[in-house]
């Protein structure tokens, strides 16, 4: 078959092994493994924790609030926790490592 030949169902169906429709047209590449979702880099207690550290107003941030009706991602205790989690990512990708008990030491 010529590489210029012509799908013949005109919307590049691939096969179910991957690889390339009939005309040529690369479109799916198979993948040897499902993909890895990494767990936490510390202890939902260590989070919290920072998150409440990042936080500068009264009260508890991360405590329940009855009142507050908004779709639970934009609450502050989630964006409190999103902020502490991109804190232990950049600490992580520096090198270091929050250990066990809360410690920031130097990645071995």
Known sequence: MSPRAFC???DHRPPATGGSCAC??????????????????????VRDMLARCLYDGPGDPLAADASDHRPP????????????????????AAGLVV???GE???AA
């Open 8 to 10: 013949p169902r005109g």
């Open 24 to 45: 040529g047209m690369v479109t799916r590449v198979p993948s040897g493994r499902a993909p890895v979702r990494p767990g936490p880099l510390v202890r939902p207690e």
């Open 104 to 106: 920031l030491r130097q």
């Open 73 to 92: 991602a934009m609450r502050m205790s989630s964006l409190l926790r999103l902020r502490a989690d991109r804190v232990l990512a950049a600490l992580s």
């Open 99 to 101: 250990t066990t008990d």
